[in-house]
T-cell receptor, first 113, second 110 residues
């Protein structure tokens, strides 16, 4: 099992550019989520999904879109990058929402200039 | 919305000493989880507490869930350099969201 994988590991964007952060898991988990972590800060929930075809907003959803067409994949799209979106992005998966341990991917370090 | 706060934000500990970090929620939780993140790494699950007043131990780590299920604590005895990192609590109230606290960053002085 590869667990939770994320690509790319590093990314630099210019303001206004768009991109998609990829996340995949091979554990057949129903619940997947995206967090951002700013320097010295905790994890803030961006979007989450309780299963294929179902997504919902977290604490800080503005500027991000998600989709869940398969159980395995949960990409995060930045629509028009802004410097405030400079952060480390973690994808996580678990068997169910909040009742089981979450497995985190290695993260994507994004810088927006 | 639900808020989860952790104190202290930073903990400088002499190697061999004990310390405790605290987690407080603005709402009653159905469960609470603890994670550890090493510098430059990703969060790794440590434990989950579900029952009111529950206490669980993992070697030198003791986790406790409050009677009212609104707070939790992590106590580490005889701190080692391997304990360096940030410890996060994450609480689940109603619904499908897990809310993370801001974390306690632990630095160990040898």
């Amino acid at each position: 099992n590869a667990g939770v994988t994320q690509t790319p590991k590093f990314q630099v964007l210019k303001t206004g550019q768009s991109m998609t952060l990829q996340c995949a898991q091979d554990m057949n988990h129903e619940y997947m989520s995206w967090y951002r972590q700013d320097p010295g800060m905790g994890l803030r929930l961006i979007h989450y999904s309780v299963g294929a075809g179902i997504t919902d907003q977290g604490e800080v959803p503005n500027g991000y879109n998600v989709s869940r067409s398969t159980t395995e994949d949960f990409p995060l799209r930045l629509l028009s990058a802004a410097p405030s979106q400079t952060s480390v992005y973690f994808c996580a998966s678990s068997v169910s929402a909040g009742k089981n341990e979450q497995y985190f991917g290695p993260g994507t370090r994004l810088t927006v200039t | 919305g639900q808020q989860v706060m952790q104190i202290p934000q930073y903990q400088h500990v002499q190697e061999g000493e004990d310390f405790t970090t605290y987690c407080n929620s603005s709402t009653t939780l159905s469960n609470i989880q603890w994670y550890k993140q090493r510098p430059g790494g990703h969060p790794v699950f440590l434990i989950q507490l579900v029952k009111s007043g529950e206490v669980k131990k993992q070697k030198r780590l003791t986790f406790q869930f409050g009677e009212a299920k609104k707070n939790s604590s992590l106590h580490i005895t005889a701190t080692q350099t391997t304990d360096v990192g940030t410890y996060f609590c994450a609480g689940k109230a109603a619904g499908n969201k897990l809310t993370f606290g801001g974390g306690t960053r632990v630095l160990v002085k040898p």
